[in-house]
């Protein structure tokens, strides 16, 4: 992930972000702050000196009065504004922020690859970028705005206790010592224990998870894996535990010295010297004594508030930088947009001495791969567990790019071609799909039903996926919701009834290269059976990969190719590799009787 760097940089990233989302927003914000200050600095400092001032020349107390109602009624009237910006716009801006945001953020992720899904590294650095946008960019906000607002109002204060007395802005100091050199080890000091934390903060949010959703219910119940999963739970919370035992001295150490500097000095120190002047070197008129204690306490709370929002300024920046490094990361899986949208009908797909090897591993799962697939072939590809079948079609997918070798679509590298495009030539069905919390007929588009054509295409999927008279009996057909995480009337199928809906998938789509990745590993030998018969009905004229741990189904190829260890050892059609007598042979062989009995039964 891009290094970003810089405190200011890193705030100001987030303001343009604002300002792009809500302008009105950043206004809204000053403003707010702008009052609350001058309010303080009013009250605590000009009122102060006017009431003296107009007492020692003799003004009348309705003059004093009227002033005071003045300023009432217009305070009061600020009061109102703040009230209805703090309980109507802000929680409405601060959804919108929440929303655009996270939006940017999930665009995001849907576009890196893959792989950056299994770096460590990367995905802390999402899990604490998505955590922290909500907070961050309202922290922001506010945190800027104070620090302007209050380095007016507290230039304007001291402007008024340098006029009483010069030698007292030396008390000003004491507040930024505490804030600025024992805040920031403070805050360097929270933030390398928070890092310390994620991974086991990882552990409890997904345990958390786990036992939270439906599709971990019954593993958890009919098994011992929950006392497992509470194991990982307490060693997620040890290990938090263990960090902040560790940090704890050094936190409680620098706090003490924060909070001596920050608030003992300036108050105990401005109250007694100007008690010191007042009653003992009599310098100092009580009137100047009663301003100056009050513009004092002003001050100080101004200048502790100003050093913590410069605090906050450098905190956020470090949490910033998660945010921003992670929309700035640059996506390695280049896509091609002057590129041409790959024509069709599909020619050819050919891997040229493809090799493959997964970031961080050390061993190859493909190596010197050579497969072509010419016009509407179908291809099986079979193989134990771990042959390396799946990530073959992931690279034919482009999900990942190749370490060596070329992939050719129609004599051309993949590469070349826009990635939108070339991606949407595929149809797939996988064996690890997922079933979202959404209407079935969402489920098939993978979007929103829009015509009636859209309904039509929904009901025909369902119908070639052998599952329509399941969906039509549901008390909304092809619109109810499926499982029951947002709607207690939802439908909960079986897994098998999940899976058929996920291959309704590819029958819903356009698509010129069907992809099936053991897509029917939930239902029996027969009704297998049938859903490939509909999927090759389905994609005639059109090239076709399946995976199959049934090898029953590789009869139904054109090719097959049998991999292992990354490598094809064996091709031909299914009569060729039986007479070959080789290892395809003898896996289909030691299957066959259970099929016939699983047939049988």
């Known amino acids: 992930m891009n290094k970003q760097s810089g405190v200011f940089p890193n705030n100001l990233f987030i303001l343009k972000l604002v300002f792009r989302i809500c302008p009105g927003r950043i206004a809204a914000e000053f403003l707010l702050k702008a009052i609350g200050y001058t309010a303080w600095v009013f009250y605590s400092i000009v009122l102060v000196k006017y009431v003296l001032h107009a007492i020692e020349t003799g003004q009348s107390f309705g003059e004093i009065a009227l002033f005071i109602t003045g300023s009432a009624l217009f305070f009061g009237t600020c009061n109102w504004f703040e009230q209805w910006v703090e309980t109507s716009y802000k929680p409405k801006t601060d959804a919108l922020l929440f929303e655009k945001l996270n939006g940017q953020l999930y665009d995001k992720a849907a576009q890196v690859e893959l792989a950056c899904y299994e770096d460590a590294e990367f995905y802390n650095r999402y899990t604490m970028a998505v955590k922290e946008t909500e907070t961050r960019a309202s922290s922001v906000l506010e945190t800027t705005a104070d620090t302007v607002c209050a380095v007016i109002a507290g230039i304007g204060v001291m402007v008024n206790m340098y006029m009483i007395d010069h030698w007292v802005i030396l008390f000003v100091l004491s507040p930024f010592v505490g804030k600025f050199l024992f805040g920031s080890m403070h805050n360097r000091l929270l933030y390398a224990r928070d890092q310390e934390s994620v991974s086991h903060r990882r552990k409890l949010d997904y345990v958390n998870r786990v036992v939270y959703l439906q599709d971990y219910a019954k593993e958890i119940r009919m098994s011992g894996i929950f006392r497992v999963l509470k194991k ?35 108050f105990q120190g401005v109250l007694l010297y100007s008690l010191y002047r007042t009653m003992v070197s009599r310098t100092l008129e009580v009137s100047e004594f009663a301003v100056l204690t009050s513009a004092m306490v002003s001050a100080s709370w101004i200048l502790i508030g100003l050093s913590e929002s410069l605090i906050k300024v450098f ?51 493909l190596r010197d791969i050579s497969i072509r697939i010419e016009g509407s072939e179908k291809i099986a590809l079979v193989g134990h567990n771990g042959a390396g079948k799946t990530t073959l079609v992931k690279l034919l997918m482009r999900l990942y790019d190749p370490n060596h070798g070329q992939l050719l679509l129609n004599g051309r590298d993949i590469r070349d071609y826009r990635l939108g495009s070339y991606r949407a030539l595929f149809g797939t069905a996988f064996q690890d799909f997922r079933i979202f919390a959404m209407t079935v007929a969402e489920n098939v588009l993978m979007r929103q039903p829009v015509t009636a054509a859209d309904y039509h295409c929904v009901r025909d999927a369902l119908v070639k996926s052998g599952v329509y008279d399941k969906v039509a009996s549901l008390p909304k057909g092809i619109d109810t919701v499926l499982t029951r995480e947002f709607d207690e009337d939802g439908a909960v199928l079986s897994g098998g009834e999940y899976q058929k809906i ?90 066959a009787e259970k099929y016939a009995e699983e047939v049988g039964a």
């Open 502 to 591: 996920a291959v309704a998938r590819a029958f819903a789509k356009e698509f010129e290269i069907a992809v099936f990745d053991e897509p029917s590993s939930a239902l029996d030998p027969v009704a297998e059976y049938g859903i490939y018969q509909s999927m090759l009905a389905a994609c005639q004229g059109k090239p076709v990969f399946f995976i199959s741990h049934r090898l029953s189904m590789a009869t139904l190829a054109d090719r097959i190719y049998m991999l292992e260890n990354g490598t094809v050892i064996e091709t031909g059609t299914h009569d060729q590799l039986m007479a070959l007598n080789g290892k395809y042979a003898d896996m289909f062989r030691k299957q």
């Open 315 to 365: 905190q956020n920046s470090l949490y910033i930088e998660n945010l921003r490094g992670f929309l700035s990361y640059e996506i390695k899986m280049k896509d091609n947009p002057e590129g041409p949208a790959p024509a069709k009908p599909v020619q050819s797909l050919e891997l040229n001495r493809v090799s493959f090897t997964y970031p961080g591993a050390s061993t190859p799962v």
């Open 232 to 266: 990982t739970y307490e060693e997620g919370y040890s290990g938090i535990n263990t960090v902040v035992r560790r940090f704890a001295p050094r936190v409680a150490g620098v706090h003490f010295w924060q909070n001596i500097f920050t608030f003992l000095v300036i």
